[in-house]
Structures are given as C-alpha cells and as structure tokens.
C-alpha cells in the first residue's frame, strides 16, 4: 500500500519555463513533507521540506505547496535549468507507528536547452 | 568534507553468499539508517539506529541484520544473498533521534545477486 504517490515517472520541461511536480498521499497523520533530489550514481540529497502548519515554503527556485484538505503536496522549480535534471522524491512522516520518512516512487525531470 | 561513505559501491554475488556493506559518517550524527531503492518502489527503510547502541527493523528488515559499531559506523549483513535482494543500497544518516529529520546520504551500493 503506496501511503506517498508520485503518479508521474517523468516530466519534461523547457529551459527557463516552470516545472511542477506532484506528489499526493493518502495517511491523514503525515505532518512533515521533504523532498529529495537525485542524479544518477549518487545518493538523494535533502532540497526543502515543509510543515503541515504552513501550506507554502520557500527557498530561492524552489517552493512546496501543501493542500492538507486535498492531501497533495507540490514543487515548484522557477525557473528551470539544465542543473535540475534529476530523479525528485517526495516524502512524508508524522503520527504514531509513522516517524520514520515514506518515501514516494520518484519522479524524472529533464530540463531540455 | 566526505559526509556518509559507503563501501563497496558495486559488488556481484552468488546466491546464497555472505557480504556486508560498510557505511561511516563525519558529521557526529546520532541517527543512521539504511535503505533500498528498487526500480518503481522508492526508497525503503530496511534498519534504523536512533542512537548509538540501539537498532530496529524498518520497513523490509528480512534477509538483513545490522550492526552499529559505534557512533560512525552502521553496517549491513546479507547473511544468504538472494536474487530479491538484487537493489542499489543507500546508506544515511541524521543529526538528531527524530526520525524524520533532514537525511544525509551516501553515494550508494549496485548489488546484484545471480
């Protein structure tokens, strides 16, 4: 049972444009949303998170959107450069038995020139 | 500033042999973990370390036992390879005991089990 969805396995994006990527999970007591960014041979590396008392945070190109009612969290890269063509993971915690991350199922971002 | 290393970064078994991947951290974290990734499932927790001298299952514990040496190492044991266990291994670490804290990984370990 996927408890974090990424329903999207890739996502190509225009140099310069937005990219959006989506991510929605279905346990109710999640309170902490991170996301993770991948290149190839190498281990995730820590990008933002937020928590579920704010429903927006921000950190330069990057911001997490969070809608608690519809259980979607998203991330917003502006604007989008080759650099950011990587695996992005989603990843929720909160509540008891839940502390440890869940990790969601990743999604390709490939920022074409 | 080398972070979480992990070792081997590939390694090809036979079914049924022995290893264990090595995993030390620099940053005096007191939380370490280890993860697999396999192709449409994530990430998954196979063990945890809150602190020095504890550890418990995650999510996939089975075929798998651990060891936290100290307060930098954390290592993982196949003690009978299996084909399943066929995965790139990720081994992390965090500052603090609160689980889901921000996670610093290593670079990862290719294995493969014929």
């Known amino acids: 049972d996927q408890q974090v969805k990424q329903n999207s396995p890739s996502l190509s994006v225009q140099e310069g444009r937005i990219s959006i990527l989506n991510c929605d999970y279905t346990n109710s007591m999640f309170d902490y949303f991170l996301w993770y960014k991948k290149y190839p041979a190498e281990g995730p590396t820590f990008l933002i998170s937020i928590s579920s008392i704010k429903d927006k945070n921000e950190d330069g190109r990057f911001t997490v959107f969070l809608n608690k009612s519809a259980k979607h969290l998203s991330l917003h890269i502006v604007p989008s450069q080759p650099g950011d063509s990587a695996v992005y993971f989603c990843?929720?915690?909160?509540?008891?038995?839940?502390?440890?991350?869940?990790f969601g199922t990743g999604t390709r971002l490939t920022i074409i020139p | 500033n080398a972070g979480v290393t992990q070792t081997p970064k590939f390694q090809v078994l036979k079914t049924g042999q022995s290893m264990t991947l090595q995993c030390a951290q620099d940053m005096n974290h007191n939380s370490m973990y280890w993860y697999r990734q396999d192709p449409g499932m994530g990430l998954r927790l196979i063990y945890y370390s809150a602190s020095e001298g504890t550890t418990d299952k995650g999510e996939v514990p089975n075929g798998y036992n651990v060891s936290r040496l100290n307060k930098r190492e954390f290592s993982l044991r196949l003690e009978s390879a299996a084909p399943s266990q066929t995965s790139v291994y990720f081994c992390?670490?965090?500052?603090?005991?609160?689980?889901?804290?921000?996670?610093?990984f290593g670079s990862g370990t290719q294995l493969s089990v014929l």
């Open positions: 990843a929720a915690s909160g509540g008891f038995g839940n502390e440890k991350l869940t």
């Open positions: 992390a670490s965090s500052e603090g005991v609160v689980l889901s804290e921000k996670l610093f």
